[in-house]
Structure formats: C-alpha cells, structure tokens
C-alpha cells in the first residue's frame, strides 16, 4: 500500500509552497509513480496554487496523477448541507482512486483563505489521520522569536498527538537570517530531534513579484513587452511625479516606475537610464490614467524591434493603481525557473528528507526515469561544487543557463566574453550576474602566461607567438587552457560553435587518459524508464576495431560513473556467428578485445539492436547471454548509425537525449548542439561538474 506524506502550515503566508515543491522533486527523483493530492483546491482564476505549480512543472511526469477532492466552494457547500463527516468521506474516497496508481502520495493541506488558522489545522490534522498519512507541519518564523517559534510548535505537536497522527517532521520557514543558528540551537534543545525539525532561512525574492505578476493584476494590459523582460524581479514601487533631473536622483535597482501615462519625459528618462552604466536598471513601467505615449515615443521605446524595458498600462488613476500592485506578491510558477531553482536551493541547503524515515522504497531495479536521472545528476553536482567554463557568454541561453546554475548552487561558473555585453545582454533578459566571474580573454591577464604555456605546448608543431596569441584570445583555446593549468574543472561550449571548434584545443593540449587512444563521445538517453549510453555519435566518423574496443570501454566507464550498470552491446547488422563481412568483422574483433583487456566487463558482440535491447528477442537469437535482452551501453559501428539512431530515438520515442559527453580526456570538455536549450546546457554543465568530481 502506498504511503504519503501530509504538508500542512498552520497559517497563512508560510511559505508552504517551497516544502511542496523541494518534497515532490525529492519523490520524482526515486520514482516515476508519485501523485499528489490536494483535498480542497484553492478557487483561482489566475491558477496560482501548488496544484497548478506540480501540474505546470512536471506535466509529463504527473500526468492524471495531479487530484483534488473538492473546490473550495463545493467543500462549504456539501459541509452546509450534508455536514462534516460527509466532506471527509468525499476526500477519502478520491485520495483512494489515487493511491491505487502510486508508489507514494504527497498531500498539501488547505490554504486559510477563508476560516480562521486553529479550525483550519484541526481540519487538516483530520483529513490526514483518515488518509493513513504522516503529518509535516510547516510552521512560519517571521518576525517571531525563538522562544515564540517552540510555544507555537510545542502547542501544535500536543495537538497532533492528541489526534494520534503521526508526525514525520517539522519545518519552520521564512526564518531571518541572522535568526538561523539561534533557532536551530533552541529547537533542537527543545525537542532533541524528536520529531527532526528544519529551519528553512527567510528568501525575500521568492515573495517579490515579476513583471510578469504584475502584468496579472486585474485591469493590467501589456503594452510594450516581450517574454524576456517578464521575469525582471520588482523590488520596490516609485511614483514618477518629479521632473526628469529629480526623478534619476531617486531611482534605485529593481524599482517599478509608475507614472501617467503621458510622461513621455519619464519614459524617455527610464529608457536612457536603463540604457547608461551611471543609473540602476529598473524592473519596468506601469503607465496609468489609460495614457499612453504620443507615436514618436512608442517608436522610441520598440525601435530595436523589441522593448528594451516592459511597459504595462492600467486604466487606473495612478494612486488607484499603486493600491491595487502593492499588494501583489511573487509566487512559484514554471515561467519563473530563477525562482524554482532558488526555492529548490533553499530547500536542499535546509532540509534533510532521508533522516526523517520515509516509508518508501522502490524496487532497486524500477524504472527510471528523465526526471529521476537529471534530478540525481544536478544533486549529485551540487553537492561537490565544481568550477565550469562557458566560452560562449554572450549568448542568452548561455545566461539563462547560468541564472538557473547559481540560483541551484549546481556549479561554480565563469564566463567568457566581452563584459559589457554580457552583463548589458543579462540585464536585458532580466537576469542577474552577481558573484558571477566574467572574463574577456583579449584583456584577460592570463592572456600572456596562456600564450606562453601554448607555445611550449605546441612548439613540435612550429607554433609561433602570432598564432598562439590569436588562438589565446579565442574563447574556446582560453577556455580549454583554463581548464587545462587547473583555472577551471571543466569545459562546456558548442552553444553557438561548431564541435570541432570545441573539441579541437583538447586535442592539441588537454590530450586522453592514459591507456586510451582517442576522444570520443556517448549520449546518455533517458527513455521513459530507463537510461541508455549510445556511443559514439559525434566524434569518431569510421573506428578501427581497436578504436571501437577503446570506445567501449570509455562508454563503460561514463556508464558506471552515472549509476548505470555497463552492459555493453557491440551493434551489427548481424547477431553471434550468423553473419559475415567487413563490417561484422570488425565488431567481432573489438568485442575480443574488450575481452582481453577488460575481461570485468560484460559485453557481447556482433549483436543486433532488438537482440540486445529486448528479452523475447534475445532468448532466440542469443540464448543464454549476460548481455542480450539486457544491454544498457551501446557501441555503434560507425558516425553514421550512430547519430542517426541516436536523433531517430530522440525524435520517435520522445527520449531526453544529454550530450555528446566527451570521454578519453585527461580533463572534462563538453560539447552541446547547436540547437539547444537551456535545460540542456544545465544538464551537459552538471555531467561536466561530476565527471570533475571523479578526477
């Protein structure tokens, strides 16, 4: 029978959605069968609540496995009518259809939208003891003491107990930072660790609004905006009534401008001040009154083709509408993965899920799936922070990337570029570079000691200082050369660059493992419960046998390094001793020769790919191997199989295909596809992190 968790707060404003979402990443990186059950939804026309935030985030993986019981306005309605107890039967017999799909189930309780707090954790407490689930009450610690902090869970855990609910933990949130090590030291004086209670440290911009919360408030229209500039994090509102001169005095960084909406002096102010390294660079306008700015404006502020900053419109008087933005606040949402990512961060950094006993243990050899592999991957990266080099730091899904890598404390990252144009190209897409290192290899004051170190690498080759200083001052060469005197742990590029352009420097300096004889790539394919190595797919246009055994036995070793047991299928067109020719020869002659080398490994050749990859298959055509049916590294015989199968995989079976992952080198270089995307770059960056990890 499945079991599952209770998150309840016991008031509003507890920031209860963090929990939430740290809890279900956590389950969805060990199954691939979590539900979660709400038993009230929140009536909201603008969808903001954590069911709509699970549905949103993890469609594919939660798909019909989101549930509710009730809206809110049919709870009060059967609980008028036909009483409590009937409300309660109605919830148990919904969360019932569910468990019956899941391995594990995560409830969040009701939302104090409309009775008082203490009925409403009495409810809760009750919907959890008739659903079998262990509580994990969320308590808020703002603006109270420590001492307030234990009366008020002291209180709530007698309560519990009185119920006979069990509780599996505690959480208090939003706790100040200054707070933090007082209230752990009192609580676990207080109650010794029995129930384990965290304390989750108060992160002001996950309560800020965005342009894109802002541009919801009732009676907001979109006048001049683009999806970029959504995300900017407003953190304080400025009425725009003075003259321009005075206005720029008083404007501070991540300010909301609101304004009539025929100043066009202050629009032209906010442009020109967003514009310039003198002035702090606002979050976006709103203009009131239902005025908008005379034609030549507009062209103003859309001219690039794009608006450089979000203006939004209200019909409003303006102090009508700074009534109705003042009150909105920010909220988890998909569209805003700065702040998933940073909520994610703090809850990771603050909660421990494995000491609090979880009755949940999938079986060790159950599927797995992308989002169980990609959550292992970014934990695992995280938890032994590497330094990474991104050559290409201009380009905005390079930044993107690196937002989301820092917010998630997945690696320490530098990058490569002119810096007033990185810098200038983060602004523009909201984004923030704080504590991130940002260099320009032409002005770099490495750049001599690199010319110098190249030089001595490649003086054999006749290198001379103009081309070593021209291959310095590319980013790529930099980028390597940091990776290779010990300035960085690892290398990604490829975003905008070709891969030869990529793979190239560490060819001429970083050089192979020893024992291996050349570079060469897999692909880590997330199916939908498993993952798969293909290799290789992107280097190496037509290997010897000798370089096919040498790329098996690297495949086997990425393999393991993922926590993917090598089983290795040597691909031909034919199985066993049935075929003969050039081509099967050669695959015959490179399985023995993983034999003899690594005679540890499981490997099996010339075998065909439905032999290798299903059971039926196998028992006819190679009965009796460790491999066939059961293969989970395959080695193509050539570029070309294997990067068609590896795009035809990826596009039919709709498999998260994370690489090329360069393997052989002394040090870790990664390339990516010109086509894409930022959770792509965040996954190569964290394989890169974690194949650091293991020098």
Not at 339 to 349: C, E, H, R
Not at 532 to 558: F, H, Q, R, W
Not at 587 to 602: C, S
Request: proline share 6%; aromatic share 6%.
């Amino acid at each position: 029978m499945p079991k599952s968790v209770y998150i309840a707060s016991t008031g509003r404003d507890s920031g209860k959605s963090i929990i939430v979402f740290g809890m279900m990443e956590y389950l969805l990186g060990r199954s691939h069968r979590i539900g979660y059950f709400k038993p009230i939804a929140t009536d909201s026309t603008t969808g903001r609540d954590t069911m709509s935030l699970v549905a949103d985030h993890w469609n594919q993986a939660m798909e019909g496995r989101v549930v509710s019981a009730f809206t809110q306005e049919e709870a009060e309605e059967i609980q008028a009518r036909d009483g409590l107890q009937t409300l309660h039967k109605g919830i148990l017999q919904a969360y019932s259809e569910l468990e019956k799909d899941c391995d594990f189930v995560l409830c969040s309780g009701t939302n104090f939208s409309r009775s008082t707090s203490a009925f409403e954790f009495e409810f809760n407490i009750d919907v959890a003891k008739n659903l079998g689930a262990s509580l994990l009450p969320v308590i808020s610690g703002h603006d109270i003491s420590a001492k307030k902090v234990i009366e008020r869970l002291r209180s709530l855990l007698e309560l519990v107990d009185d119920s006979h609910t069990p509780v599996l933990s505690a959480v208090v949130n939003r706790v100040p930072a200054e707070a933090i090590g007082e209230t752990r030291a009192a609580l676990t004086e207080a109650f010794g660790g029995k129930p384990p209670v965290f304390v989750v440290p108060d992160e002001p911009s996950l309560s800020r609004p965005t342009m894109r919360d802002i541009a919801d408030v009732a009676g907001v229209t979109r006048f001049a905006v683009t999806q970029d500039t959504l995300v900017r994090e407003v953190c304080d509102i400025k009425v725009a009534a003075m003259g321009v001169p005075n206005f720029l005095g008083y404007i501070t960084e991540g300010e909301l401008v609101i304004t009539p909406g025929d100043r066009a002096d202050i629009v032209t102010a906010c442009l020109l001040a967003h514009r310039s390294p003198n002035y702090p660079d606002i979050a976006g306008v709103v203009l009131t009154g239902g005025l908008l700015p005379e034609e030549p404006v507009v062209k103003l502020m859309t001219g690039s083709g794009r608006s450089p900053l979000p203006f939004l419109s209200i019909e409003d008087d303006t102090f009508a509408a700074v009534q109705k933005i003042e009150k909105k606040r920010g909220w988890l949402s998909p569209k805003e993965p700065k702040k998933l990512a940073t909520a994610m961060k703090l809850f990771q950094s603050s909660v421990d899920v494995d000491v609090m006993g979880l009755e949940f243990a999938p079986l060790k050899d159950g599927p797995v799936t992308p989002l169980m592999f990609e959550q292992k991957l970014l934990m695992r990266a995280a938890a032994d922070r590497k330094k990474i080099v991104l050559p290409e730091g201009e380009d905005h899904r390079i930044l993107r990337a690196t937002s989301a890598l820092k917010a998630r404390g997945v690696a320490e990252i530098v990058l490569l570029g002119n810096e007033d144009t990185v810098r200038r190209r983060a602004i523009d897409d909201g984004l923030a570079l704080d504590g991130i290192e940002v260099i320009d290899p032409a002005t770099s004051p490495h750049l001599n000691r690199f010319i110098d170190e190249y030089l001595e690498l490649r003086k054999h080759k006749g290198v001379t200082y103009p081309v070593a200083k021209d291959r310095m001052i590319d980013p790529s060469y930099f980028g390597t050369m940091m990776v290779h005197l010990g300035e960085a742990d690892g290398m990604v590029s490829g975003a905008v660059s070709t891969t030869a352009h990529t793979i190239r420097p560490s060819f001429e300096f970083v050089k192979t493992k020893p024992g291996i004889s050349l570079v060469s790539s897999v692909f880590l394919m997330c199916l939908e419960d498993r993952v798969l190595v293909y290799g290789d797919c992107a280097v190496n246009p037509k290997p010897t046998a000798a370089e096919l055994a040498d790329i098996a036995i690297s495949a086997a070793g990425t393999s393991a390094m993922f926590g993917i047991e090598p089983r290795i299928a040597m691909l031909s067109y034919s199985s066993g001793t049935s075929g003969t020719g050039d081509a099967v020869d050669r695959v015959r002659e490179a399985t023995m020769i993983v034999r003899e080398k690594r005679p540890d490994l499981l490997v099996e050749g010339p075998i065909q790919y439905d032999a290798a990859s299903e059971m039926s298959v196998a028992r006819s055509k190679m009965p009796g191997s460790a491999v066939a049916g059961r293969a989970t590294v395959f080695i193509f015989p050539d570029l070309n199989a294997g990067n068609n199968a590896y795009k035809a995989v990826q596009r039919t079976a709709h498999a998260v295909a994370i690489g090329p992952v360069l393997q052989g080198l002394n040090k870790p270089v990664n390339d990516l596809s010109r086509g894409c995307t930022v959770p792509d770059i965040v996954n190569t960056v964290a394989i890169t992190a974690i194949q650091a990890q293991e020098l």
